[in-house]
């Protein structure tokens, strides 16, 4: 899973999202200022933004949206396609790798290599090996990123076999993210996936034989029919798999779901999954028993086998206020202290691309100080942040600039303060995304 695509507000109220059943609407925090604040007014300033030169030394990363997929799961919110195709594919192919030569002509690239290389979805995997070495050999004929820290690809266990992963590591992918999120053919069947729990293991199996240095996979607590002695297999499943990263997320219902339509039919407010407090204690209880095995959490999410070794560029570099290039529908971006989305559907996208157009649909121009809460808020997902960081970049201590917030928090056992460091405790981590609302702007804030 990743951070793009059709992306919901947090517009439910929070206090479900903290005490009891799990409701309608979105609640991960991505970005700041929210999504339902950017503006196709703004697009323009994001096309200029595209054409001016970059700030110095300001890392670049790339991001490549791939919509589509075998079928749509009942929980996704992404921005996918199941209906296209191979011509449809390949138009869509040569529209991203127009996209990528029109910015690059810009200003914006400045000569710069990528620092990291994101191919989300989507499904990436579904791309056969000829139509990837399309992708592939044509974006890094201009953004060669023989540079770039990582390569990251997400993929559906049931689309991978032996040939197309060697394609993908012998082409330099280098962190294989396999979207697991259950190891159970009826869990996994209730909520539409596309997989079964034997393409999990083959899937996970030749990857490991091919030699991808960073393995990742993804659990959801929370899933349709997902139970207790379900989820204690899941983590007994993960720890016999070994792999180097485990993310972990609590099942959220956002509006365009198929779970929210079906519960809209039937006039229900609670979502048929699990509440917020029992989704909290499995990812507790994945967590622990991931440190127990020499794990380390490194962030809300994740938990990797050597935080020395296995690091996750996109996002570090990501919530520390990147350049980051958006190719392909939907795809988010940010230059230069500007963010942008492309054009969100799939033939408005590749029109405007075939017409000559930089195909931005919205976009929002940051303050300095919206930049500064985007980064902290976004970093005390790690679970730790120093003062200092802030200081050298923003010339501002944010414990004096959200005194009453950090004091609240402090006083409520979610954080402590000791020198420099800020520390979030287990429990809050595990619930930060309801916490950070509390430092946004009061006009970003859900009602």
């Known amino acids: 899973m990743n951070q793009q695509g059709e992306t919901t507000e947090t517009r439910s109220a929070l206090t479900s999202k903290t005490e009891g059943s799990t409701t309608a609407g979105g609640y991960f925090v991505s970005n700041y200022p929210p999504f339902n604040y950017w503006s196709a007014d703004a697009a323009s300033t994001a096309v200029e933004a595209l054409g001016a030169p970059p700030q110095p030394d300001k890392p670049l990363g790339v991001y490549v949206h791939i919509p589509f ?11 996918v396609y199941t209906d296209k ?14 996209e990528a030569e029109r910015v690059i002509e810009r200003a914006f690239v400045g000569g710069r290599k990528p620092t990291f290389v994101y191919f989300g979805g989507g499904t990436p995997s579904y791309l056969s090996v000829e139509q990837l070495g399309y992708l592939f050999d044509g974006l890094k004929a201009l953004l060669p990123w023989d540079a770039a820290q990582e390569v990251a690809f997400e993929c559906e266990p049931g689309t991978l076999n032996e040939k197309k992963l060697a394609y993908l590591r012998g082409a330099g992918v280098t962190r294989l993210s396999l979207g697991v999120e ?34 990742n996979i993804d659990l959801i607590a929370g899933m349709l029919e997902e139970t207790e002695a379900n989820w204690q297999y899941n983590i007994e499943r993960t720890l ?45 209880e994945a967590f622990a028993r991931l440190e127990g095995a020499g794990y380390t959490v490194t962030s809300a999410y994740t938990a990797v086998t050597d935080p020395r070794r296995v690091r996750f ?17 939907s795809s988010f971006g940010h230059a230069s202290g500007v963010h942008y989305q492309n054009e969100k559907d799939f ?12 195909p931005v649909r919205r976009a929002f121009v940051t303050s300095e100080d919206q930049r500064l809460i985007r980064e902290l808020v976004l970093l005390m997902k790690l679970g730790r942040v120093e003062r200092s960081y802030f200081v050298n970049k923003f010339g501002v201590d944010v414990v004096e600039r959200f005194a009453e917030v950090f004091d609240k928090h402090a006083r409520a056992g979610d954080l402590s303060i000791d020198g420099d460091a800020i520390t979030l405790t287990r429990e809050a981590l595990l619930r930060v995304d309801t916490l950070l609302i509390d430092f946004f702007e009061p006009g970003h804030r859900p009602g």
């Open 240 to 284: 016999e798999l070994k792999p180097d990263a485990v993310t972990v997320y609590q099942m959220e219902i956002p509006f365009n779901t198929t779970i929210y339509q079906q519960m809209r039919e039937r006039g229900e407010l609670t979502a048929p999954v699990a509440d917020w407090p029992t989704k909290r204690r499995w990812a507790a």
């Open 85 to 98: 195709n191979a011509g449809a594919i390949r138009r869509y192919l040569d529209a991203v790798l127009v």
């Open 69 to 79: 997929c075998r079928k749509r799961c009942h929980f996704c919110y992404f921005k």
């Open 182 to 215: 259950n190891f159970t053919d009826e869990v996994l069947k209730a909520n539409n996936r596309a997989h079964d729990a034997g393409a999990i293991e083959r899937a996970y199996n030749f990857a490991r034989e091919v030699g991808f240095p960073h393995i």
């Open 313 to 329: 560029v996109y996002r570090d570099e990501l919530w520390r206020g990147c350049d980051m290039l958006a190719l392909g529908v």
């Open 347 to 358: 033939e408005p996208y590749i029109e405007r691309v075939e017409a000559g157009e930089v």
